[in-house]
């Protein structure tokens, strides 16, 4: 299969594509993509997060479990570009998570970047293994699971 990289993808598009909204939605920008193989994307953490008033207010730090949700958008998104589905009444619930690790502290300032590629796909089921980077260092990693289902 012939691998071509899309230019990138702005929030508009993704806005279109994902079902999640503020504060919910955790991709910016779609940096590269091969169709049914891998995407990377870009998360901007700023201060201004509303995590971060909880999280630690003292030493601000990005949730691991939101570092995770990420992956999982980012996920969503190879899927929903891949497979372009007909229909919007589909929503992904997670299956399972494996081999999930913390590297590095994520804190307001810095760039996420999501490097995400299908390990199994299958018509409602999707397997990832996905990084989070940070300036070139590993932040996070972890191997997720989902289904795609009908929404009720």
């Given at each position: 299969m012939k691998?071509?990289?899309?230019?990138?993808i702005?929030?508009?598009?993704?806005?279109?594509?994902m079902?999640?909204?503020?504060?919910?939605?955790l991709?910016?920008?779609?940096?590269?993509?091969?169709?049914?193989?891998?995407?990377?994307t870009?998360?901007?953490?700023?201060?201004?997060?509303p995590?971060?008033?909880?999280?630690?207010?003292?030493?601000?730090?990005?949730p691991?479990?939101?570092?995770?949700?990420?992956?999982?958008?980012?996920?969503?998104?190879?899927?929903l570009?891949t497979?372009?589905?007909?229909?919007?009444?589909?929503i992904?619930?997670?299956?399972?998570?494996?081999?999930?690790?913390?590297?590095?502290?994520?804190?307001?300032?810095?760039?996420?970047v999501?490097?995400?590629?299908?390990?199994?796909?299958?018509?409602?089921?999707l397997?990832?293994?996905?990084?989070?980077?940070?300036?070139?260092?590993?932040a996070?990693?972890?191997?997720?699971?989902?289904?795609?289902g009908?929404?009720?």
């Amino acid at each position: 299969m012939k691998m071509e990289k899309t230019e990138t993808i702005d929030i508009q598009r993704i806005l279109e594509l994902m079902p999640h909204r503020y504060p919910f939605l955790l991709v910016d920008r779609i940096l590269e993509f091969v169709a049914g193989e891998r995407i990377k994307t870009l998360k901007n953490v700023t201060i201004n997060e509303p995590f971060f008033q909880g999280h630690f207010p003292e030493v601000p730090i990005m949730p691991g479990v939101l570092i995770v949700e990420a992956m999982a958008q980012t996920g969503g998104l190879l899927y929903l570009l891949t497979k372009k589905p007909k229909k919007d009444d589909y929503i992904f619930y997670f299956m399972g998570m494996d081999k999930v690790r913390f590297r590095k502290p994520v804190v307001p300032g810095d760039q996420l970047v999501f490097d995400v590629s299908i390990i199994h796909a299958r018509e409602k089921a999707l397997k990832i293994a996905a990084t989070a980077t940070v300036e070139g260092r590993l932040a996070a990693q972890a191997e997720l699971l989902a289904a795609i289902g009908e929404r009720t």
